[in-house]
């Protein structure tokens, strides 16, 4: 499953870990994704979404009772 919002579409980004003898090796930064139950053309569904859009209100959590 691919590392991307679903709303905004933001996905993995690249950089180094820097040691402190400054050695650099490649990595992968992860957007942090949450499942999220949401309404999509009326019917609930499982969405991957970043925190930044969820605290931004960009989605509407469903209540599964």
Do not use: E
Not at 31 to 50: E, K
């Amino acid at each position: 499953m691919a590392a991307r919002c679903a709303v905004c579409g933001k996905g993995p980004q690249t950089g180094y870990t820097v040691s402190h003898s400054h050695i650099r090796n490649k990595r992968r930064f992860l957007p942090n994704l949450q499942p999220v139950r949401t309404t999509v053309d009326g019917q609930n569904v499982r969405l991957r979404v970043c925190t930044k859009c969820l605290k931004a209100g960009k989605v509407q959590r469903v209540k599964v009772a």
